[in-house]
């Protein structure tokens, strides 16, 4: 009971932190020159309800984007652990290269995809995936050398066969480790996808912004970020929906924990 208690005083608590923003920000963008850079939330929902046609449909596209980038990231990262399963050599070699390649800003590859791929798609879904891959693919090699040194000894002394292992050991075990990857490439897959919208689009979140700020329309700019923020939340609600699900054996130990 205290603890239920304590969650509905921490909501009210943000939504009242929530309240004086916004009646602070109506009142204070007012002013000719304040509105011209951030608008007033009467005047964005007035913007969104009409256009919320336009609107809807370049967040539709930019989450088709995200996901699809999210999802082939995840693809691509499992298929790769796998091969280092059964040539564990190569995690020697890729580890320290995939280290290595995030010295390179990524968001900068975003002109270079748009040359190759045009401004389809394709180049968003994949600069999408490029930001997604390498927290999905860290988190899940710390996962599997986070198991205990006595599971790799058993496994070794019942001569457990590589595709067992990873079935009933590397994955579940690593399924703490894999979701929190997943969860934070959620959220990069928009940033990858809004980038990469930037450099040429036809539609989507990140043409939205960018003609916001040539065309000095806060309105635009406001239901933009906005709606980018509501995809990325989406994004992120739904990976861990999923982790309940997949991983209700240790959340459940959490709970009890606490």
Known sequence: ????????????????????????????????????????????????????????????????????????????????????FYIPKLMEIILPLMVTSQVIPLVTLAPLFALIFDIGLTAKIMMA?????????????????????NINELMYIYNVSITQRIIRFYFPLSLPNIMTGLKVSATLSVIGAIMAEFCGSRIGLGKNLFLASKRLNPELMINSLFLSAILGGLLYAIVYLIELKLGSWYKQNKIIEK
């Open 129 to 149: 995936a490029l930001l997604c891959f390498f927290p999905i693919f860290v988190n899940f090699a710390n996962g599997v050398n986070l198991i205990s040194k």
């Open 1 to 84: 009971m205290n603890n239920i208690n304590k969650d509905i005083s921490k909501y009210l608590i943000l939504f009242s932190l929530l309240t004086i923003v916004l009646i602070f920000w109506e009142f204070g963008a007012r002013d000719t020159d304040a509105r011209i850079f951030i608008s007033t939330p009467s005047l964005s929902l007035n913007y969104f309800i009409q256009n919320y046609n336009s609107l809807l449909q370049a967040t539709g596209i930019t989450f088709a984007e995200s996901i699809v980038g999210l999802i082939i990231a995840t693809v691509f990262s499992f298929l790769i652990m796998i091969v280092c």
